[in-house]
């Protein structure tokens, strides 16, 4: 079991920056892929970013230059540096980490820019 922790959320205004971070913690268990998705109210939960163990990474077109992903393997942690927010970039954010065939997902944190 594998048990996923977000944190940096916040409330923001246009045009600044927020750090998220996620903290993966269980017993045996080598994540493959961590990936960070969001949820805007109204809609399907979307790919925001996501990195392999071996540091390959995958953008959303609408993050790309904006947003980077990385991933620290000694602390089961991954982050997501977001700049230059706006306010289509409101949602709940969760972390999912891979795990063989098996996915887990963080609560989620809120981040919301005011225009």
């Known amino acids: 079991q594998v048990h996923l922790v977000e944190s940096g959320g916040g409330l923001v205004q246009d045009g600044e920056s927020l750090r998220l971070s996620c903290l993966a913690s269980?017993?045996?268990?080598?994540?493959?892929?961590m990936g960070w998705y969001r949820q805007a109210p109204g809609k399907q939960r979307e790919l925001v970013a996501s990195?392999?163990?071996?540091?390959?990474?995958n953008y959303a077109e609408p993050v790309k230059g904006r947003f980077a992903i990385s991933r620290d393997n000694a602390k089961n942690t991954v982050y997501l540096q977001m700049n230059s927010l706006n306010v289509e970039d409101t949602a709940v954010y969760y972390c999912?980490?891979?795990?063989?065939?098996?996915?887990?997902w963080g609560q989620g944190t809120q981040v919301t820019v005011s225009s």
């Open positions: 990195i392999t163990s071996g540091g390959y990474i």
């Open positions: 999912k980490a891979s795990v063989g065939v098996q996915s887990y």
């Open positions: 269980g017993s045996g268990f080598s994540i493959n892929v």
